[in-house]
């Protein structure tokens, strides 16, 4: 039988050092590379000066409910460089004669938006060509018909 006659390490101020720069460290490591995911995939800006919207937050959403009344419809489609949205109004018939853009980008990041003016497509609905990469994608719409006021709608599509 043999007897392990090692004396026990002790713990020092070094070891204690060590240990306090590894765990802040790590915490530090990690914010800094949330920050920088966080600042460099979304604005984060919604509005420009939230007070100032504030004051017409009744106003904007009256006009939002009349546009909701209109039972109004927006489909869109993405192939081959092409952007498409049909639009129906609540009979399911197709709403022409009026001026459509879009806004197309990933919903939270800015980097890629870009406004596009829909023009007149045949079979009736709006187009425009753009080049899309496969992921998430929000459409802004805007349609602006003679004698209303405009019609917004944002919808979510992917592309494979």
């Known amino acids: 039988m043999s007897v392990n006659s090692r004396a026990p390490r002790e713990f020092t101020g070094r070891h204690m050092a060590l240990v306090m720069a590894l765990f802040f460290g790590t915490i530090i490591s990690v914010n800094v590379t949330m920050a ?68 197309i980008g990933h919903p939270v990041n800015a980097n890629f938006d870009r406004t596009l003016t829909l023009e007149p497509v045949a079979g009736g609905g709006y187009g425009a060509k753009t080049q899309l990469t496969s992921g998430r994608w929000e459409a802004r719409l805007v349609l602006t018909a003679e004698g209303l006021t405009p019609w917004h709608r944002a919808v979510r599509f992917s592309v494979e």
């Open 36 to 103: 920088y995911f966080a600042e460099s995939t979304w604005s984060g800006l919604v509005v420009e000066n939230s007070y100032v919207a504030s004051q017409t937050f009744d106003a904007d959403t009256a006009k939002r409910e009349q546009e909701v009344a209109r039972g109004w419809d927006a489909r869109v489609a993405y192939a081959d460089g092409q952007f498409r949205v049909d639009f129906v109004d609540a009979a399911g018939k197709p709403v022409t004669d009026a001026a459509a853009s879009v806004t």
